[in-house]
């Protein structure tokens, strides 16, 4: 393996008889070097935004959260609740109770998600740096309060300045409906807007936040819930946090879902795991296009280097080394340029990261691209660039060497 490496870099380095060899080599080993380090910046740039998604929705969506398998509420007490209380590694555990809705607003209607919290929820909650206007409250002395989503706070004009209440309706459970007076049939509470908060588009348009009190009074129910949201500490292992949802599920059974964040909203991070992995084999397709100029140059290095294959032929070299000398040389070519792609990638990345000196346009909730540089994206790159790089380097010795 060593001779046919050490001709390679000869003919790599040495100067060709046809300039036009060493132009086509260089701009080979420079586009390998370009879609190598955009592979590296456009994912990276990708995994930021991902994470930014993760964060927001993180803040209206817990690490784990308890639902039953069938209906809509249940009462969460017994063995697996006290458990769960005992785990040094869980920060809250909270009880929600979440239904769709109607609202009105100052002769303005629309159907919201309304999500009543418990009062350990409104002490310490990843929502409360969210919240754009107003305060994160929900009482004021005897006054029931709620936090509204900005996009529907927009839409239904609704202002914490304004001495209005939020009309909240919902069908009556233990009243039969009325054809002669269905307004007795819709059970009916009063909030007051104390502020607004912003996570994402979906979740601004939808919800609102009430205590659960409130929420039991427009549901008529007493201690139901329709889920217990669990959040652990930070730096929680990963390890530990399979522990204790494995052992929560067991001692809840099978009439209960235990979901951790990706479970609760699937489709969406299915969509962002298929959408990376689409902007890959995009960037990988361009490299391949750009390795074709490696498979140009090889091809000219071939027939001018007739004369060397005959020598080495007749010193005893057989097809098989013959044609190692010139895969490595069109590999080298690709090896190279992905090499300073990987400096050029990795070290802007780091750079963005550091000084995030790339602004985002626009009025956005970030003021720089953000990047998050992954190993595991680093390893795609070199094995697809290398690969691409090697195959291509074998297609012109096949039938020539």
């Given amino acids: 393996m060593h001779l046919p490496l050490f001709i390679a870099r000869r003919y ?41 998604v993760h964060s927001m929705m993180g803040t209206i969506e817990p690490d784990l959260r308890i639902s039953p398998a069938e209906g809509k509420v249940f009462v969460p007490d017994g063995e697996a609740y006290d458990w769960i209380m005992e785990q040094e590694s869980v920060s809250q555990v909270n009880r929600v109770l979440q239904e769709q809705v109607f609202i009105s607003y100052a002769g303005t209607q629309s159907v919201a998600i309304a999500k009543g919290v418990d009062e350990d929820y409104q002490l310490d909650s990843p929502l409360r ?35 209005r209440p939020i009309e909240i309706y919902f069908p009556a459970r233990t009243r039969k409906i009325s054809m002669a007076n269905p307004a007795a049939s819709i059970q009916q509470i009063k909030v007051w807007p104390s502020g607004c908060f912003s996570v994402n588009s979906e979740i601004d348009n939808s919800y609102i936040l ?83 100029n490696i498979f140009g140059s090889l091809t000219m290095l071939l027939i001018e280097k007739k004369g060397d294959v005959q020598t080495l032929r ?41 000084f995030g000196f790339i602004k985002m346009p626009g009025n956005f909730v970030i003021q720089a691209y953000p990047i998050v540089l992954s190993l595991k994206d680093i390893i795609f790159t070199v094995c697809g660039v290398a690969t691409i790089g090697y195959a291509i380097a074998v297609l012109p010795t096949i039938k020539r060497a």
């Fill in 129 to 163: 740096y969210q919240m754009r206007d107003g305060k994160y409250e929900f009482w004021k002395g005897q006054i029931a309060e709620a936090i509204v989503g900005m996009g529907l706070a927009n839409k239904m004009e609704i202002s914490h300045r304004f001495l």
């Fill in 210 to 292: 009430l205590d659960i009190s409130k929420m039991r009074e427009l549901l008529e129910y007493e201690d139901e819930v329709s889920a217990v949201e669990i959040r652990f500490n930070e730096d929680t292992p990963k390890k530990e946090f399979q522990r204790v949802r494995e052992g929560l599920q067991e001692r809840l059974g099978e009439g209960f879902r235990v979901c951790d964040r990706y479970q609760q909203n699937e489709s969406l991070y299915k969509m962002m795991k298929y959408e990376k992995a689409s902007i890959y084999l995009i960037l990988i397709f361009v490299v391949i296009i750009i390795a074709l």
């Fill in 12 to 52: 790599l380095f040495a100067r060709k008889s046809h300039n036009v060899i060493n132009i086509i080599s260089a701009i080979s080993a420079i586009g390998m070097a370009i879609g190598t380090a955009a592979l590296i910046i456009i994912l990276s740039i990708y995994n930021g935004f991902d994470s930014i």
């Fill in 314 to 354: 007749a010193m005893g070299a057989d097809d098989s080394l013959v044609r190692r000398i010139f895969v490595l040389e069109g590999w080298l070519i690709s090896l190279l340029g992905m090499l300073a792609g990987l400096v050029i990638g990795v070290g802007f990345a780091l750079l963005q990261q550091q």
